[in-house]
């Protein structure tokens, strides 16, 4: 008689950080990944690009109607230089 368990270990994660930065921690430095490693890595490292990417155009919309807000308007909506 056999008892079997797996047990899966995460070899590398990937994430945005503050500043917006596509961050990949490798929990043991891996010289080498298997094909489907290597493919599952760069489809996760591509998703946190894309994200990264979506999250600045957010910030930088949000600060430009900010930027619009604080400008002065005359009762119409035109901007006062």
């Known amino acids: 008689m056999a008892i079997q368990?797996?047990?899966l270990v995460e070899l590398a994660?990937?994430?945005v950080?503050?500043?917006y930065r596509?961050?990949?921690t490798q929990l043991k430095l891996a010289l080498d990944y298997s094909?489907?490693?290597a493919a599952a890595l760069g489809h996760?490292?591509?998703d946190a690009a894309d994200k990264a990417e979506a999250m600045i155009e957010r910030d930088q919309l949000e600060?430009?109607?900010r930027m619009r807000s604080s400008q002065p308007r005359t009762v119409d909506g035109e901007t006062i230089l």
Do not use: G, K
């Open 22 to 24: 596509v961050q990949l």
């Open 13 to 15: 994660t990937v994430e």
């Open 35 to 37: 094909p489907e490693q």
């Open 63 to 65: 600060r430009v109607v």
């Open 44 to 46: 996760e490292l591509l």
């Open 5 to 7: 368990e797996h047990v």
């Open 17 to 19: 950080n503050d500043d």
